[in-house]
């Protein structure tokens, strides 16, 4: 049974850091694409970053320069590294898995295995 579960939120001041990291088990983690996605009250979830078997990322337009994913595919951990953080960061942060290729990094439909998810909260 695959489980992801995510750590590492909490509340910050606007300009301050946060490391989210996900453990991964059940799977062969290696072979799966992993994102983390996000949503905020009365908003849809949306995607954030993604890290591919090859460790290829992808970023959204939003976290670009300010965030970075990677993985430890012999821990089974995945993480995402949040810098200069704004107060519309402030969601629900989401880890996600799939384990086929789809080019759609950022399409939600697209990842079978979720979190239960971490809130961060970001004051201005």
């Known amino acids: 049974q695959v489980q992801l579960v995510e750590s590492g939120g909490g509340s910050v001041q606007a300009g301050g850091s946060l490391r989210l990291s996900c453990a991964g088990s059940?799977?062969?983690?290696?072979?799966?694409?992993m994102g983390w996605f996000r949503q905020a009250p009365g908003k849809e979830r949306e995607a954030v970053a993604a890290?591919?078997?090859?460790?290829?990322?992808n970023y959204a337009d939003s976290a670009k320069g300010r965030f970075t994913i990677s993985a430890d595919n012999a821990k089974k951990m995945v993480y995402l590294q949040m810098d200069s953080l704004k107060d519309e960061d402030t969601a629900v942060y989401y880890c996600?898995?799939?384990?086929?290729?789809?080019?759609?990094?950022?399409?939600?439909?697209?990842?079978?295995?979720w979190g239960q998810g971490t809130q961060v909260t970001v004051s201005a």
């Open positions: 996600a898995a799939r384990d086929s290729y789809d080019s759609r990094w950022w399409f939600r439909a697209t990842y079978k295995y």
């Open positions: 059940g799977y062969t983690f290696s072979y799966y694409c």
């Open positions: 890290i591919d078997s090859d460790g290829n990322t």
